[in-house]
């Protein structure tokens, strides 16, 4: 005789309501996947769990599973002795990511085109005018920044949550190619006369003022491909 799926082998599988919004390792996790996506360690860096929880006044079983969740992404290693690491960076690595963001946040921009308001487009003008004043005055902490929520603004505007979570994920693994690129920034925007490192988000600024879909996605993928040959340089 078949039966359906009855609540009691749900409550056999011992799951339980959920009361806490996050946890201690959600908000471990959440600081270090911020700390790497914006490149503040370098490749090669390494985290001992003692270490961390010391640092965060934890114990260590939230760091260690925060670590091993990252891990999962691909954004660090852990070694047999339970020390994660930073991956190398290498041309190949960063080719391979290039190419993955430029089909991933390429298609986003074409989506953004067709669906963004005014009103966030108003936003991003405002983002990409903190983004230029950064440039001008060699803060690169700030150019950087404004750089990743100037973008993500445009990933959000796609209304593809899935999406943005496949591209958040890459800039994950992105993060040591950013710590290269922050290293030597200062010196990099002395150089930036002709504003060229300004110049693509104004193209596809220019284009999502247009609603150019097509437009968008290949200024965005211009963006990409520009930072890629700057970062390839320095593996």
């Known amino acids: 005789m078949l039966t359906s799926p009855s609540k009691n082998r749900v409550d056999s599988a011992g799951l339980r309501a ?6 201690t390792q959600d908000l471990v996790y959440e600081q270090l996947r911020d700390a790497l996506i914006a490149g503040m360690f ?11 929880a ?11 599973e925060a670590l091993r969740r990252l891990a999962a992404e691909n954004a660090l290693s852990i070694g047999t002795s339970g020390t994660a690491m930073v991956p190398l960076t290498s041309a190949a690595g960063l ?14 921009a074409r989506l953004a085109a ?5 009103e966030a487009v108003k936003k991003l003008k405002a ?12 803060a690169s902490g700030q150019m950087l920044a404004s750089n990743r929520a100037f973008h993500f603004a445009i990933y959000e505007a796609a209304g593809n ?13 992105y993060g040591p190619y950013v710590r290269l690129l922050s290293d030597r920034m200062t010196d990099l925007l002395r150089s930036d006369i002709g504003g060229q490192y300004s110049k693509h ?3 596809v600024l220019s284009a999502l003022c247009r609603r150019d879909s097509q437009a968008a996605e290949q200024a965005l993928i211009a963006d990409i491909k520009a930072t890629q040959a700057l970062v390839c340089k320095f593996c």
């Not at 370098?42 to 961390?52: K, Q």
């Not at 190419?99 to 298609?107: F, H, K, S, V």
């Not at 990409?128 to 060699?138: F, S, Y």
């Open 114 to 118: 067709e669906l963004i308001s005014d």
């Open 42 to 52: 370098e490749a090669g860096h390494g985290f001992t769990v003692a270490a961390l």
């Open 127 to 138: 983002t990409a005018a903190i983004h230029v004043e950064a440039l001008r005055d060699g």
């Open 201 to 203: 988000h104004v193209d």
């Open 54 to 64: 010391d640092q965060f006044g934890t114990s260590h079983m939230p760091v260690r």
């Open 161 to 173: 949550p899935v999406m943005v979570n496949l591209i958040e994920n890459l800039w994950l693994q």
């Open 95 to 108: 080719d391979h990511l290039g190419q993955a963001r430029c089909i991933l946040e390429g298609t986003a």
């Open 18 to 23: 959920v009361k806490k919004r996050s946890t």
